[in-house]
């Protein structure tokens, strides 16, 4: 009887990954991880600004990055491991936030000025 009951109480603290829908390769690690407190993850399914995408799939898609789910603090690590910690609360301030600090990335320079001509 204290199986289920360890069980349930383990799956209910585990992080939901969604998935980043494209990797790169130029480094070992070829996508970013956004890890933010925030469990529900239809929050990110807001349509971004100015555009025809959701907000999951702008962080995604466009800035390479999988969203963890559900942890303990809201943080976005980049492809060569370095971790920044983010002030943002709820789902766009968060999609905001990571779109300013992946711009001033190396690689990342590109995939904003890519996505920034898509939506002209």
């Keep these: 009887m204290l199986i289920p009951f360890f069980f349930f109480g383990q799956s209910k603290n585990q992080e939901l990954e969604l998935t980043a829908l494209r990797q790169s390769n130029n480094f070992s690690k070829p996508y970013r991880i956004l890890k933010t407190t925030i469990s529900d993850q239809s929050v990110f399914q807001e349509i971004y600004k100015d555009t025809n995408f959701t907000l999951d799939y702008v962080i995604r898609y466009h800035f390479y990055t999988s969203i963890d789910l559900n942890a303990k603090k809201n943080q976005l690590i980049s492809m060569d491991g370095t971790t920044f910690d983010l ?17 001033r990335m190396y690689y990342g320079k590109n995939e904003f000025k890519e996505f920034k ?3 002209k």
């Design 87 to 103: 002030s943002s609360k709820n789902a766009i301030d968060l999609t905001d936030e990571v779109i300013t600090l992946v711009s």
């Design 117 to 119: 001509g898509l939506n």
